[in-house]
């Protein structure tokens, strides 16, 4: 597959579960610019799009939060607040591409891009430093 996302080192938060979850949403993207983009109209393709798209945002950002309560990472709950807001606009997106609008599903993928470079490697970095401080990258 064409790689037009790229992963890169700045985006690890060194644990390797968790990096292995952010590649696989790289993976997402690049699927979509490569297949998906040009099936626009394909209702099927884009339900399964969309289906794994939100599973995938759902079961990664409670793993991340599973994850920094074990830690006792102290800045959690302002962490899960930026979470569930991200996720109301997410859903509500993920909505509207599911009745078919384009321009959501677009928008959809804009979101998630931004996600990828200001959540993850900004404030996701945050709770890596603090592990790094900690010097516990297992759970
Ligand atoms: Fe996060």
Do not use: C
């Amino acid at each position: 597959m064409e790689q037009i996302i790229q992963w890169s080192d700045d985006l690890s938060v060194g644990v390797p579960e968790i990096d292995k979850q952010h590649k696989k949403l790289v993976d997402i993207l690049n699927r979509y610019y490569t297949e998906i983009k040009n099936k626009e109209d394909d209702k099927e393709t884009i339900d399964r799009f969309l289906n794994e798209l939100s599973d995938y945002m759902r079961d990664h950002l409670d793993y991340e939060e599973k994850f920094l309560a074990i830690i006792g990472y102290p800045e959690l709950e302002q962490h899960k607040k930026v979470h569930r807001m991200f996720m109301n606009m997410y859903s509500k997106e993920i909505e509207r591409a599911r009745n078919g609008d384009k321009k959501a599903l677009r928008e959809l993928v804009s979101f998630t891009l931004s996600w990828l470079y200001t959540h993850i490697a900004k404030t996701d970095k945050k709770y890596a430093k603090f592990l790094q401080e900690k010097a516990v990258t297992t759970v």
